[in-house]
Structure formats: C-alpha cells, structure tokens
C-alpha cells in the first residue's frame, strides 16, 4: 500500500471520530441553545417567525440550513396604518392624524384628523376635555363606519376602558416622556376597532419612528372579499359551534374513517362546562348627549332635568341701533347628539322690535311680519313703534336630525330696538333597560347523551352528581348602574353554573392491560430494571437486567431574575374625574421583573431600566404570596355586596 493510501485510509477513519466528539448532552445544548435564539422572547417570535410569515417572506429552521416562504396571507402591505402624535403647549395631543391602507395596496386611502385636541387615552378610544384640564370632558370610542372608514363615536365614560390622563392637568411633559407607550395605546385602540369589524385584518409589526407609529399588515384570514365571514358567527352564538361541527363530521371521509377504527371505538365520557345568564344593559344619557348648545346664543336654562331652554339675541330693552332701518343677526348652534330622544323643539317665544326672521340650518320657519321673506330689508317702514311679543309654539323637531344646527335670529331696527328667541326642548332621559338570556347550555341540555351533573344557581348548589339537592335559591334583587342610571330588578336568578356530563359511543374499545407496567414499577429498583412479558401459551416471563441513568448534569435552581420599581403618576381616569387627584399620595410604582444577564466574568448583573430603582437583586425571588393578595384584593373588589338587616 502507499503513502498515499495509507494516509487516505488515517483521514476517513479520523472523520467519524470528529464529527462524534460531541456528547449527546451537548448536541441537545446547542439544539436549545439555537432555539433559544429565534423563539426566547416574544420580539424574536415576531422577527424571526410572525412578520416574515405574514409579509410572505422567507422563515429558515431552527439551525438556519433550510427557508422556505410561507402564504399565510391574500394579500399584504408595507404600511396598514400611520398614526402621528404631536402634543402642544397645554399637553393635550393637539395634533393627531391617522393614515390607513384599506385596500392593502400599498397606498393611504383613507386620513382622519381628529378636529379636537386629545386629553386622555383608553384602550378602546380618546377623551377630549378643555386644553390643559380635566373640564368639560367628552369621551369618544374608536369604531368604523358601514363604508369601513374609521370613526370616532361619543359614548359614555363608563363604554371606555383603561383610560388615563396625558395633559397638564396631571403632570408636565406626560405625552413625550411616554412617547412610545402612548403610541402604540392608541394604535391598538384603532387596530381593535379595525380587526373587530373586518377579521380578515392580520397586523404583523409595529414600528416606532419619533412622533409616528407605523403598523405593517395582511390579510390573513379566509381570503374573502367580504368581511362579514360565516366562521365569527360562533362569537355571537357559541353553542352553534357543537351542531355545525357534529354535521361536518358527519360527512367528513377522514373522520368517519377514524371513528370505525379500533382506536376510536368505545365509549367514553365527557364532562362539559357552560353558563346561563341574565344580562341587563342600561342605555345612560345626559342632557348634553341629547341636545346642547355649543356656541352663540345667551343662556341656557334648565326648569327640570327633562328640559332645556335655549335663548339668543340681545334682550336688553333699546340695546340695538338701527337709525332708519338696519339689520342684526345673531346665530346659535345647537348639536344634537341624540334625536330619537329629544321629545320635542319648539320656538316658544319671541320678542323683538320691530321685524324678525328665524332661521334654522337657513331655512326660514318663522317671520313677523310674515311678509318679510327675503334677505334684504324689510318691504315695509322699519319702525314699528314698540316691542312685540309672539308666543308661535314652533315645533323644530323635524330640522332637529343628529348633528349640528345653526338657528339664526335676524332683527330688522328702525331707531332704537331689541330682540330675544326662546327654544324649549323636552327630553327623554330614560335608562331603556334591556334584558337578555346567554345560554350556552342549550346544545348540552338538548343532546340526549347529555345528564345535568352540577349546577349552581346564583352560589346555591341546586344539583350535584346528577341529584338534585333540593335547595332553591331565593329571588334576589340586583341594582344595575350605568352612568346616571340605575335600575333594581327582582328576579328568580341571574346566573346558572352547569355541568353536563356527556356519553361518546365509539362502538367497542377493549380495556388496557396496565398489568406489565404495573409490574415494572413495582419490582424495579434504581439500578435494576425488571419485567414481566406474556408468553404464546398464556403464561408470564420474567426478566431483570442491571439499569442506570445515565448523568443528568447540574442545573441552576431557577432562572435567576431581579425586581425593580419605577415612579409612575395616576393618571388613571373615571366618571368622577382623574384618581390621582382623589389620592392623598398621586403616585405609585410600577413593578418590573427582569431576567438577568451573565457578566463576562460569570456574575449575573440586573438589567435596570431607564428611571427604575433595584428593588430585589438576582436571585431565586418567590413572589408568589404577594400576587396571590393582589389577585383576591381585585376579586373581592369586584364581588357583588349584599346588604341585610341580620347581624352576621
């Protein structure tokens, strides 16, 4: 043999020996490691994985030998949604645009720019006030028109959720200081209005570029042009579910196929959840809501809760000067929020010296002298010779619809005059409660393979294990609040807890023989492993062999990690106003955990954030007591309290 053969024949054999140098051990290390990396938190998830899948992108494997490019979505664009935030000198946002890709191709089609300046910030919407404080606030919710555009809508303070406080009136610099956090709160509350009403809608990242937060997206679901899918109908209806599933499998090959196999014969129970409640929705509104006077005009008065007088003009006897014959106008507008409950609008009075027009969106309703019709002066001698007074009971519901109205008074003056219009509205201010059962029992109750097993009825255990314990509750009386409205209500229950237990007939499934295994855990030891087979002639034989587990290796007790705590000032809001200003200490902490990091010299260091404070250094922290409390503070706050005359 040569040189050269035999070195050939040293280089093959040392091949295999290099490429099993590593233990078992290590290669699943480095395996974890490698995982680790793409999928430990979730922004690797979203970059390595989500944005890439959903943008149509190329995903590798775990050791990044592979990629393949998924199509998870119809169709996709660059930018779904540009939302820019500028606040102004008082803190509100004083600038807020958003720019929106409803088609998903590659171009804004739709811009909203909020025409009032932002003062507090929810989950699901804004809230408007007067620049720098906490007066004369309106909440809007973000929803989307029939069309698909993005709208705000006014609703209560109660419809809102998650709301906090970002101008002056809670604190300085609160939008910039928190520029990142307080762009993507409102981003996720517009991107939930979106995706609630068109759930074909995937977003697949956000990105942060200063005051503009930019959120890429796709159309991920059923690849439908219209948005009104079958499959969100189980949302509104959840025990449809069980019998459209039970006709899809009734006619699915695969799954008839699976159910006669040996495997999916037998029977088998199952134990299945559900609730029946009683749900009552209280339909609160203001005055304001209804109707309200937002610019012009002189004063508004308010008789009784249920009426609104609007009056404009210049009442004062000879305030106007007209020499032979001069015009006065005077506008008021008058936003009407809810028509359906305003009653009625009348022009109830009028006085004026010495002719007049009334005018609502420019329409005239009203003249006196009714000769006067056109825009110029009078067709008559302007001096009349004194003030009239004029009681038309005028009903302007008809122009009243949703929206702003502009009523305008026009005074003809021929030497010295006056003039004053009194509108009277009757409103409904009415709660409209409305009740409603939620079964999600009805498929159970309705499915004859299906028993009652559990139930319990408002706390009070009516059936368990199938007999009925003979207790009934009592009728209850609930109140019901929402906003200025309230309402008590007595009924037999309110919420019913149930178990059914349901039978699966499969055909025949044969009973496991758990004897061998039994066996093996019985007789075996640490270092001995013993076993028991059947034999062809029905007998049993058995075996014992030396046995020991391979090293485990140490482990760390725990990840360790590390507390931390930052200033943060309540700027939480509700229907009383900003709760840091009903607190004797307005701010609190906001508690971090961090998982930390491993210096080079082998020390583990915790990664403090910006303006945070170590509060526990690495280590194995159990916390779990603490969460345990705040977790049963939060429970109890929102338990039900029963008032009774007995002593307890």
């Given at each position: 043999m040569t040189w050269r053969g035999l070195l050939l024949l040293a280089t093959s054999l040392a091949m295999p020996i290099a490429a099993q140098a590593q233990t078992m051990e290590e290669r699943a290390r480095t395996a974890a490691e490698a995982a680790r990396e793409k999928s430990a938190d979730i922004e690797?998830?979203?970059?390595?994985?989500?944005?890439?899948?959903?943008?149509?992108?190329?995903?590798?494997?775990?050791?990044?030998?592979?990629?393949?490019?998924?199509?998870?979505?119809?169709?996709?664009?660059?930018?779904?949604?540009?939302?820019?935030?500028?606040?102004?000198?008082?803190?509100?946002?004083?600038?807020?645009?958003?720019?929106?890709?409803?088609?998903?191709?590659?171009?804004?089609?739709?811009?909203?720019?909020?025409?009032?300046?932002?003062?507090?910030?929810?989950?699901?919407?804004?809230?408007?006030?007067?620049?720098?404080?906490?007066?004369?606030?309106?909440?809007?919710?973000?929803?989307?028109?029939?069309?698909?555009?993005?709208?705000?809508?006014?609703?209560?303070?109660?419809?809102?959720?998650?709301?906090?406080?970002?101008?002056?009136?809670?604190?300085?610099?609160?939008?910039?200081?928190?520029?990142?956090?307080?762009?993507?709160?409102?981003?996720?509350?517009?991107?939930?209005?979106?995706?609630?009403?068109?759930?074909?809608?995937?977003?697949?990242?956000?990105?942060?570029?200063g005051p503009i937060i930019r959120y890429t997206g796709a159309q991920s679901t059923a690849c439908a042009p219209n948005p009104s899918l079958a499959q969100t109908v189980y949302r509104a209806n959840p025990a449809q579910i069980q019998g459209d599933a039970a006709s899809v499998a009734a006619g699915n090959s695969v799954f008839q196929a699976l159910k006669g196999s040996p495997a999916g014969m037998g029977k088998a129970e199952q134990i299945r959840a559900c609730t029946i409640r009683r749900e009552v929705k209280l339909e609160a509104v203001t005055a304001d809501g209804i109707i309200a006077r937002t610019s012009g005009g002189y004063a508004t008065y308010a008789d009784t809760p249920e009426t609104r007088a609007f009056l404009l003009g210049s009442p004062?006897?000879?305030?106007?000067?007209?020499?032979?014959?001069?015009?006065?106008?005077?506008?008021?507008?008058?936003?009407?929020?809810?028509?359906?409950?305003?009653?009625?609008?009348?022009?109830?009075?009028?006085?004026?010296?010495?002719?007049?027009?009334?005018?609502?969106?420019?329409?005239?309703?009203?003249?006196?002298?009714?000769?006067?019709?056109?825009?110029?002066?009078?067709?008559?001698?302007?001096?009349?010779?004194?003030?009239?007074?004029?009681?038309?009971?005028?009903?302007?519901?008809?122009?009243?619809?949703?929206?702003?109205?502009?009523?305008?008074?026009?005074v003809a003056v021929g030497g010295e005059g006056e003039v004053s219009?009194?509108?009277?509205?009757?409103?409904?201010?009415?709660?409209?409660?409305?009740?409603?059962?939620?079964?999600?029992?009805?498929?159970?109750?309705?499915?004859?393979?299906?028993?009652?097993?559990?139930?319990?009825?408002?706390?009070?255990?009516?059936?368990?294990?199938?007999?009925?314990?003979?207790?009934?509750?009592?009728?209850?009386?609930?109140?019901?609040?929402?906003?200025?409205?309230?309402?008590?209500?007595?009924?037999?229950?309110?919420?019913?807890?149930?178990?059914y237990r349901c039978t699966i007939d499969t055909g025949v499934l044969p009973q496991p023989d758990l004897s061998r295994g039994a066996y093996i855990i019985d007789h075996s030891t640490e270092t001995l492993l013993a076993d028991r087979v059947q034999t062809k002639d029905g007998g049993y034989a058995t075996s014992s062999r030396a046995f020991a587990l391979p090293d485990r290796g140490s482990v760390a007790a725990c990840e360790p990690i590390c507390k931390t705590r930052a200033p943060k000032a309540n700027t939480g809001v509700a229907p009383d106003g900003v709760v840091g200003a009903r607190q004797n200490a307005p701010i609190g902490w906001d508690t971090f955990y961090h998982a930390c990091t491993r210096s080079s010299a082998g020390a583990d260091i915790c990664p403090v954030g910006d303006g945070e404070e170590l509060v526990s250094d690495c280590g194995c922290l159990d916390d779990f007591p603490e969460a345990i409390v705040m977790m049963q503070t939060v429970r109890l706050g929102g338990a039900d309290m029963i008032c009774t005359s007995e002593s307890r």
């Open positions: 690797a998830i979203q970059q390595n994985y989500l944005t890439p899948g959903l943008a149509g992108e190329a995903i590798t494997t775990v050791d990044g030998t592979k990629s393949f490019n998924p199509s998870l979505a119809c169709q996709t664009t660059a930018t779904l949604l540009e939302i820019l935030a500028q606040p102004g000198s008082t803190g509100d946002i004083s600038a807020l645009r958003i720019s929106r890709d409803k088609d998903l191709n590659g171009t804004f089609d739709q811009t909203l720019t909020l025409p009032m300046p932002v003062s507090g910030i929810c989950a699901n919407g804004v809230i408007a006030c007067q620049p720098g404080t906490w007066n004369q606030c309106r909440s809007y919710r973000w929803d989307v028109s029939a069309a698909g555009d993005l709208k705000l809508t006014e609703v209560d303070l109660t419809a809102l959720a998650g709301c906090y406080c970002v101008n002056n009136s809670c604190g300085s610099n609160l939008v910039w200081g928190n520029l990142a956090s307080t762009l993507k709160d409102i981003g996720g509350g517009v991107v939930g209005a979106l995706t609630s009403a068109d759930p074909r809608i995937g977003v697949a990242q956000a990105a942060i570029d004062r006897d000879d305030s106007l000067s007209g020499g032979s014959c001069r015009i006065h106008d005077f506008r008021m507008t008058l936003d009407v929020g809810d028509p359906d409950r305003l009653v009625s609008a009348r022009l109830s009075q009028i006085l004026f010296d010495d002719w007049v027009q009334v005018r609502v969106d420019g329409v005239l309703v009203h003249a006196d002298p009714g000769s006067w019709t056109g825009a110029g002066l009078p067709p008559g001698t302007c001096e009349r010779g004194r003030t009239w007074y004029a009681y038309p009971n005028l009903d302007l519901k008809p122009y009243l619809t949703k929206g702003s109205h502009e009523i305008w008074v026009r219009a009194r509108i009277d509205a009757m409103l409904d201010l009415s709660c409209n409660p409305t009740e409603r059962l939620i079964d999600t029992c009805a498929g159970y109750a309705a499915d004859a393979n299906c028993q009652l097993h559990d139930e319990n009825v408002d706390g009070v255990q009516t059936f368990r294990n199938g007999v009925g314990t003979g207790l009934t509750p009592l009728p209850q009386t609930r109140l019901f609040e929402s906003g200025a409205c309230s309402l008590s209500l007595v009924r037999p229950w309110f919420e019913r807890d149930r178990r």
